[in-house]
C-alpha cells in the first residue's frame, strides 16, 4: 500500500485531534502534518509521539505562516492525498 500524505489543519484539539489520532491508527504508515493555532491548546497532540506525525504551529489568517507551511510540506513530499480543514469559532468571545 502506498503511504497516504495527509494535511490536518485546525488539528490542535477536538475534532481535528480526534482526526489525527484515528487516522494514526486506521492507516499503514501515515505521513500526517498537522497544524495547530495556540499552543497552550494543542498540549495533548503537542504530547503525541508518532514518527507519522509532524506538527506545526500556524495562524491560517497569517499568509507567512500558510508560505512556511507549503514549503515544509514541499520539502517532504510532492502530493497530498487528503486534506481536512477543522477550523471553527464555537464562541467568538472567548476564542481570540
Do not use: W
Request: glycine share 6%.
Amino acid at each position: 500500500m502506498q503511504k497516504k500524505n495527509i494535511l490536518i489543519v485546525g488539528a490542535g484539539h477536538g475534532i481535528g485531534l480526534s482526526l489525527v489520532k484515528k487516522i494514526l491508527q486506521s492507516f499503514e504508515e501515515p505521513c500526517v502534518f498537522a497544524t495547530y493555532r495556540v499552543k497552550e491548546k494543542a498540549e495533548e497532540l503537542l504530547d503525541l509521539d508518532d514518527k507519522n506525525l509532524i506538527k506545526y504551529q500556524v495562524d491560517p489568517s497569517e499568509d507567512n505562516d500558510l508560505i512556511f507551511l507549503k514549503k515544509s510540506i514541499s520539502d517532504k513530499t510532492c502530493s497530498l492525498d487528503l486534506v481536512i480543514l477543522c477550523m471553527g469559532v464555537l464562541d467568538s468571545e472567548n476564542s481570540f
